[in-house]
């Protein structure tokens, strides 16, 4: 109603259409509730309401369905929902807390879709020991009902589908455990027998055995070659800048002295 009040009282001229169409545009989105592509948080609870473990990451899933007008499957991007997201029902009751090693992250949303991230330590003793020793994800796997519209608007499809990736090399690398921290755009490929979908993550700061001195995480790659590449931008600047006031100095300098000499000149005449 917000819009279409809008577009009909105050942008009826023809030199407003392309804005009266953006506004319908946003509006539109807003009213389908679509999660951004931008960070959740997700905390599992042990049973007596403490946090066991805590996930934060964004997350975007490619899968292609078919869709009503088109002769061949469209790619859609689903962005994992936060746990406040209206109208998707997400729910993490099939998470499990650190039980030998094992981390188990389920995120459920809409009809019968899923995202399960598994996390192992290599230390099983206790919760305790393997918050201090090295880890690794294991499995991640992404569920899709390609009947649910809500996912996957005017759809004509129908199936569940499981893809999954192991081992995708996300984890600590030193001997402390704690923390995986990856800021920087990371993409992978979950299979099935003839399904590929691409996932990207970003944002990611993982602590599935809740760690609470994990004050530096372990960092992926990518996020190490920013730091280094951010490490050698900062002296070369800093250099830039003196270079740059040392000529204007110099440049001062020789127009003083020509100055001088000028009015010398002018005197002895």
């Given amino acids: 109603p917000f819009c279409e009040r809008t577009c009909t009282s105050l942008f009826c001229s023809k030199m407003k259409v392309s804005v009266?169409?953006?506004?319908?545009?946003?509006?539109?989105?807003?009213a389908s509730g679509e999660p951004a592509f931008e960070k959740q948080t997700y905390n599992i609870y042990d049973v007596n309401g403490q946090v066991c473990a805590s996930f934060q990451m964004a997350a975007q899933l490619r899968p292609e369905y078919k869709r009503n007008n088109t002769d061949t499957p469209v790619t859609r991007e689903v962005n994992l929902p936060g746990l406040n997201e209206t109208g998707w029902n997400v729910k993490l009751d099939a998470s499990r807390c650190p039980l030998y090693g094992v981390t188990e992250l389920v995120i459920e949303f809409g009809n019968q879709n899923s995202f399960t991230l598994i996390t192992m330590s290599n230390?099983?003793?206790?919760?305790?020991?393997?918050a201090n020793a090295n880890w690794t994800v294991s499995f991640i796997q992404f569920q899709y009902n390609k009947a649910d519209s809500n996912v996957f608007p005017d759809t004509v499809d129908t199936g569940i589908v499981k893809v999954s990736v192991t081992s995708p090399g996300i984890g600590t690398d030193?001997?402390?455990?704690?923390?995986?921290?990856?800021?920087?755009?990371?993409t992978y490929t979950l299979v099935d027998a003839d399904t590929r979908v691409d996932m990207e993550l970003k944002d990611v700061l993982l602590n599935p055995y809740n760690d609470p001195d994990g004050e530096t995480p372990s960092e992926c790659a990518a996020d190490?070659?920013?730091?280094?590449s951010d490490d050698k931008i900062v002296p070369i600047a800093v250099g830039c800048a003196l270079g740059g006031l040392l000529l204007?100095?110099?440049?001062?300098?020789?127009?003083?002295?020509r100055s001088r000499r000028g009015r010398t000149g002018y005197k002895q005449v």
């Fill in 123 to 130: 230390d099983t003793t206790s919760p305790e020991m393997a």
């Fill in 224 to 228: 190490h070659e920013e730091s280094s």
């Fill in 20 to 30: 009266c169409t953006l506004l319908l545009a946003v509006c539109l989105l807003r």
């Fill in 248 to 257: 204007i100095v110099l440049i001062v300098f020789l127009i003083g002295r």
């Fill in 174 to 186: 030193n001997s402390q455990g704690g923390l995986f921290k990856c800021n920087s755009p990371s």
